[in-house]
C-alpha cells in the first residue's frame, strides 16, 4: 500500500520520463506572464512522506529570496511495493518592480519501498543544466551511505544537531566523501547556528585594548539549551581554533586547554533553558566579556569589563534562529568553510 500523501501542494503528478516535457508545457501555458529564473539546484532529502509538505512550504518561502531549481526527495521504505511518484509546480513571486513574475520550479520525487539506489540517478537526470547542486541531508545519513550521491554536490547542507550520535556521523560522512574523492563543501546548520554569537565576540576584539584579555584568558563559560552541546562544542572549537589552544583534558563540562604560551584556561559548558546559545563569557584576572542573547529579541546584550573599572555595553544583532533563516545564510554565503573544518576537528576530539 502506498504513503499517504496530501499531493495537492506538490502540483501536477507527471511520468519520470515525462518531467522535462510537462516542465515545457507548464511554461507555455503561462503565455509568457512570468519569468523563469534558476540560479542554483537546490534538493531537499527527507524521510517519510509527510516531510514533503513541510519542505514545500519551506521551498515557497526560501524561492523568494534565492532562484533555484528546487528537487524535492522523500523516502518512505515502509511500502512492500517499490514504486517512485513525480509532481511537478512553480513557486512565482512579484519580482521588485512588480511588473512581472518570477518563478522557479519545484520537482517532487517520493520514493517508497526498495527504491533508495534510484534516487541518485532519477535526482541527477533533473537537474537544471551545468547550474551547482546544493544538497540538504535531513536527519541522520544511512549506513552505507550511496557514494555515487556525492558525484555531482557542490555543497552538502546538515544538520549536526539532530544527530543521536555526531561521532559516528561525522566518521561515515568523511569516510564516504573520501571514498568518492569528491570535493563538495561541508555546510553545517549547527556551524550556522553560531554564526552571529562569533561575530559578535570577534567584533569585541576588534578593539585594540580588549585584546590583553585573550593574552591572559582563564576561563570561558558557554551556556546551551539542553539537547545543543554540539553546538556549543562547536562555539568552543571555534574559539580554541583562533587562539591555538592545545587540549589537555576534559572532565565532565569542563574542556582544559592550553595557550600557545603555556596559561591554563578552562571551558565550561553549562546546558540551560533558553536559546541554542544563550551566553558566552570570556574572562582573564582583571576583565571580561559577557555576551548574552535577549530572551524574546533576536540581538545580543554585550558588556566588557576593562581595568580601571571601565565597563562598556553594546546591542549587537544576533539573527534568527529559525530554519529557513540558517539556510538562508548557508544558500548566500559561499565560502568554503575552513574555519569551521578547524573548529570541527577539535570538536570532533571531545563528543
Known sequence: MS?????????IPVELGQIGRELKKLWERDGGVSTRASLINFAVYGEGAGSMDANTQLLMELTRHHAC????????????????RAWINAHCHLSRAGAKQICCEQISFLFEGDTSRRIANILFSNLDSDLPLYLWWQGEFPEPIDDQLWAWVDRLIFDSQSWQNPKAQFALLKESIRR????????????TRSLHIRQAIAQMFDHAENLAMLRELETVSILHAPGYETTALLLAGWLAGQLRLQLQERADATLCFQSPEGNKIAFQLHPTDGRSISRCELRSRTSSLRVERDSDGDFFRVEVHL????????????????????????IGGGGRHRVYLKALGIAESLL
Open 307 to 330: 581595568p580601571g573599572d571601565r565597563i562598556y555595553h553594546h546591542l549587537l544583532p544576533a539573527g534568527s534562529n529559525s530554519t529557513a533563516s540558517l539556510l538562508l545564510e548557508e
Open 180 to 191: 568518492s574523492r569528491s570535493r563538495l563543501i561541508l555546510c553545517d546548520l549547527n556551524w
Open 3 to 11: 504513503a499517504t500523501i496530501d499531493s495537492a501542494a506538490l502540483g
Open 69 to 84: 531549481r528546487a528537487l524535492l526527495v522523500g523516502y518512505a521504505p515502509e511500502p512492500p511495493q517499490p514504486q517512485i
